[in-house]
């Protein structure tokens, strides 16, 4: 079993930074592409940002020069440093990982998700 746990999140003024957490854990193989996507209330679910295995890294418009994503390897951990967050940024921030696991399955894996919430 596999599991992504999201940590960093919380309540932070306009133009403020916060840096959000995913570490990875379990029977885990490899672990490809990582990513972050956020849901505010009453609006779907959309990619933040991701990044491959490679460190190839892909933004959404609203966040590209404020939002950066990385990746430890050694650490199975992904990060994303938010700075100049808006109140728009307010949402439930999930954790996402392509993974295989030990027994060689393949698993999309979600995080449980962590709140952040920018005050104007």
């Known amino acids: 079993q596999v599991q992504l746990v999201e940590s960093g999140g919380g309540l932070v003024r306009a133009g403020g930074s916060l840096r959000l957490s995913c570490a990875a854990s379990?029977?885990?193989?490899?672990?490809?592409?990582m990513g972050w996507h956020r849901q505010a209330p009453g609006k779907q679910r959309e990619l933040v940002a991701i990044?491959?295995?490679?460190?190839?890294?892909k933004y959404a418009d609203s966040v590209k020069g404020r939002f950066t994503i990385s990746r430890d390897n050694a650490k199975k951990t992904v990060y994303l440093q938010m700075n100049s967050l808006k109140p728009e940024d307010t949402a439930v921030y999930y954790c996402?990982?392509?993974?295989?696991?030990?027994?060689?399955?393949?698993?999309?894996?979600w995080g449980q998700g962590t709140q952040v919430t920018v005050s104007s």
């Open positions: 996402n990982a392509d993974m295989w696991t030990s027994n060689m399955d393949y698993v999309n894996q």
């Open positions: 990044i491959t295995n490679g460190g190839s890294t």
């Open positions: 379990g029977s885990i193989f490899s672990i490809n592409a």
